[in-house]
């Protein structure tokens, strides 16, 4: 079918602007079923099972088994579900965290503290820091 292209793996920025532009996505891989369902396309997952099973019951993702001819059936008859239920949150959580922080003036001193190899709290904003070296306050 000239409508399905094999491509080459791809990094992960372009394989995010691929599903985003995609119609439907063909995979093996467990990740790539979590992607379709966050860009809400559908996916169908060549193999005999999925370990992202909330996602075949949502009706985003359809387990195709391989070499049982049944891949066109499964397309041709997908249907978009009424419902997109946002099921692994809403891709805010760290602005949330960073927000919580900031309201509360926390400041992070402790470098022992896992929390402070990320954050650093400074008067008007935060900064994202990944290096303890480099932990101070402003």
Not at 12 to 18: E, G, K, S, T
Request: aromatic residues 10%; glycine residues 6%.
């Amino acid at each position: 079918d000239t409508n399905i292209k094999i491509i080459s793996p791809q990094g992960y920025l372009d394989f995010q602007n691929l599903i985003a532009n995609c119609k439907g996505v063909l995979t093996d891989s467990g990740g790539i079923q979590k992607e379709a369902y966050l860009w809400k396309k559908p996916c169908f997952t060549i193999r005999s099972e999925t370990e992202w099973i909330e996602t075949v019951e949502l009706g985003w993702n359809t387990i195709v088994k391989p070499n049982k001819g049944n891949l066109k059936k499964a397309i041709v008859e997908w249907k978009e579900p009424e419902k997109y239920n946002n099921i692994y949150g809403n891709g805010k959580s760290a602005y949330t965290i960073i927000q919580k922080l900031s309201d509360q003036k926390t400041w992070i001193k402790n470098s022992n503290n896992p929390i402070a190899r990320y954050f650093i709290y400074t008067e008007t904003h935060v900064k994202m820091s990944h290096s303890l070296n480099n932990l101070e306050m402003n």
